[in-house]
């Protein structure tokens, strides 16, 4: 790809070893980044509308991602998330946000589908099937739409209802909210976490982890 900003994560730990080239995309004319680590101040890492994969009640740390449906580094992460969720369950809330990368043909119209499901309470179902079929559609240059309709389809959804969402402009000024705010709090890439309002780097797994412990600890 062009003008592309490539760096390498290693996902180790027993998941996934990988060294990924990812694109920066992020153009000139959107607001400019926070200083890393530091989340803008009007702008937080949580809102009102962002999609919880658990919560934990009485507990005040969360970990947020922003996520491009087509970003490989992406889907090699998801695995990790989910061992994370599951050993978590209960102490970290767990957030989701769309920041589909310009690059990508794709990464836009599968959180725009993504962001349909949840219409109708799906939106879980609908994010796991996207990581999980990513070989299938992802670097394509043509709009597999139809294949992600296929995907609602295929969850139950009521079809009307799902295409009268995806036509729905509201849907995709739902996706830029959260690519907006991403921009805002300094995200360049995908995937960028926070552990609280804190950007926190993608070095290793332990890491991840050790910061989640420390947020943990500070919060007792």
């Not at 060294?19 to 926070?34: K, L, R, Y």
């Not at 449906?69 to 992460?77: I, L, S």
């Not at 079809?159 to 739902?174: H, I, K, L, Q, S």
């Amino acid at each position: 790809m062009k003008n592309s900003t490539k760096i390498q994560l290693a996902v180790i730990g027993g998941l996934v070893v990988a060294a990924v080239g990812i694109v920066f995309a992020v153009s000139a004319n959107q607001a400019p980044a926070a200083a890393p680590g530091t989340a803008a101040a009007a702008t937080p890492v949580v809102a009102e509308n962002s999609h919880r994969l658990d919560v934990a009640d009485g507990s005040t740390v969360t970990f947020t991602e922003f996520l491009d449906f087509e970003c490989e580094v992406c889907a090699a992460v998801h695995p990790f998330v989910e061992e994370l969720r599951a050993d978590y369950a209960g102490e970290v809330t767990f957030v989701a946000r769309y920041f589909p990368m310009p690059g990508h043909t794709n990464s836009r119209t599968a959180a725009i589908a993504v962001e349909a499901a949840a219409q109708q309470g799906e939106f879980e179902e609908m994010y796991d099937r996207m990581f999980e079929t990513q070989a299938e559609w992802g670097e394509q240059q043509e709009s597999k739409a139809d294949l992600f309709r296929q995907y609602a389809a295929d969850l139950g959804l009521d079809m009307a209802a799902y295409d009268e969402a995806v036509a729905d402009p509201a849907t995709e000024a739902r996706v830029q909210f959260d690519f907006d705010a991403a921009v805002t709090l300094g995200a360049e890439g995908t995937p960028t976490i926070f552990i609280n309002d804190e950007l926190v780097p993608l070095t290793s797994p332990d890491d991840i982890r050790a910061a989640l412990d420390r947020a943990l600890a500070a919060a007792e």
